[in-house]
């Protein structure tokens, strides 16, 4: 798969992600230049998990995301639909609950979790307002939901300095460091078919989140959105 289009296929999705499981934390460190790490520390800082808070960490792969909220003293729930990112999760963090799920019909309980969170993943998810929806459902009221996502520069000369990165720089990089290259064509297509932040924000008020609002990161590269259920 090397297209991107917003009506995804969640087996292919998941083959993807099998294939490039051995080095997609480096891979991500490379081509974001760095700013992967930062990134992850902004959603640890707005999860803002404390002992005894129990976290799902959706979309988490191998783990990685997961570590910034064990540090914390809070319980995490690693969840990921991708077999092959759990397998490299293990091996690398036995210690983690990794569980296999998908977003849109989650293994779990209502008002189960004081946080939900889930980074660079939503828009790999078929139905975006299902899944939404789900990460509503299993939240404890009062709890609330962190999005960290590509999404809309809001500058606009770098807007197009950053689009030509995606299409030209990011191939032949990710040739480079990666085991499928071509999982990261689309990857870089998909975020430039992903809505900007205002659009999200509103899909997440009518998945039923409440006090939606987002944080700008790297001048808008990235977006940090958070929601709340209401108590």
């Excluded at 891979?27 to 992850?40: E, F, H, I």
């Excluded at 590509?150 to 990165?165: A, C, K, L, N």
């Excluded at 008020?205 to 940090?224: C, D, F, H, M, Y």
Aim: charged letters at 20%; a neutral charge.
């Amino acid at each position: 798969m090397t297209r991107a289009s917003l009506d995804k296929q969640p087996h292919e999705v998941a083959a993807m992600f099998d294939d490039v499981a051995a080095k997609y934390d480096l891979t991500n460190d490379v081509l974001s230049l760095g700013q992967a790490r930062a990134w992850r520390r902004a959603v640890a800082e707005a999860v803002a998990a404390g002992p005894g808070d129990l976290v799902l960490d959706l979309g988490a792969g191998t783990g990685t995301s997961s570590l910034p909220f064990v540090e914390a003293g809070a319980k995490v729930v690693p969840c990921d639909f991708s077999v092959g990112m759990l397998t490299e999760g293990k091996r690398r963090h036995p210690e983690l609950p990794l569980t296999a799920g998908d977003a849109t019909r989650l293994p779990f309980a209502d008002d189960t979790f004081d946080s939900v969170t889930i980074s660079f993943a939503l828009r790999n998810v078929q139905e975006t307002d299902a899944a939404l929806r789900e990460m509503h459902r299993v939240t404890k009221p009062g709890g609330k939901l962190v999005i960290c996502e590509f999404s809309t520069p809001t500058w606009t000369p770098f807007r197009t300095v950053y689009t030509e990165y995606l299409m030209r720089a990011l191939p032949p990089v990710a040739t480079a460091v990666s085991s499928n290259p071509d999982a990261y064509v689309y990857l870089a297509e998909s975020i430039r078919v992903w809505p900007d932040q205002p659009s999200l924000a509103a899909r997440m008020q009518e998945s039923g989140w409440s006090k939606v609002a987002w944080r700008n990161l790297t001048g808008g590269i990235v977006a940090l959105h958070r929601g709340y259920k209401s108590a």
